[in-house]
């Protein structure tokens, strides 16, 4: 049983940074493929970065590519989300997911088996 732990969310004007971290619980947090996800309002969660257990592969999606960077320090347990030059539409809440897989990236949504509570985005215009 992993528990994930979403915190860094908040308010920053358009252009601006924030770091989402997620801090898992659990032994072998290196044996985890880390996926961000976000969900707007009134719109279906969706795909924003993935890496891979030992961190040496990530991958992001299309509107969020050259802006994120996902990372994660095993030591700590923590998987990080950098969020450079934010914009309006980055507007969500994020959340964090984990499965046991040692073998490369997980992309799809129904293939993680835990979550995070979540932790709001805003970016005002």
């Known amino acids: 049983q992993v528990q994930l732990v979403e915190s860094g969310g908040g308010l920053v004007q358009a252009g601006g940074s924030l770091r989402l971290s997620c801090a898992a619980s659990g032994r072998t947090f290196s044996s985890y493929a880390m996926g961000w996800f976000r969900q707007a309002p009134g719109k279906e969660r969706v795909f924003v970065a993935a890496?891979?257990?030992?961190?040496?592969?990530?991958y992001y999606a299309g509107s969020v590519k050259g802006r994120f960077t996902i990372s994660r320090d095993n030591a700590k347990n923590t998987v990080y989300l950098q969020m450079n030059s934010l914009k309006p539409e980055d507007t969500a809440v994020y959340y964090c997911?984990?499965?046991?897989?040692?073998?490369?990236?997980?992309?799809?949504?129904?293939?993680?088996?835990?979550w995070g509570q979540g932790t709001q985005v805003t970016v005002s215009s």
């Open positions: 997911a984990a499965r046991e897989y040692e073998y490369g990236l997980i992309l799809g949504e129904g293939e993680y088996d835990y």
């Open positions: 890496i891979s257990a030992s961190g040496g592969t990530s």
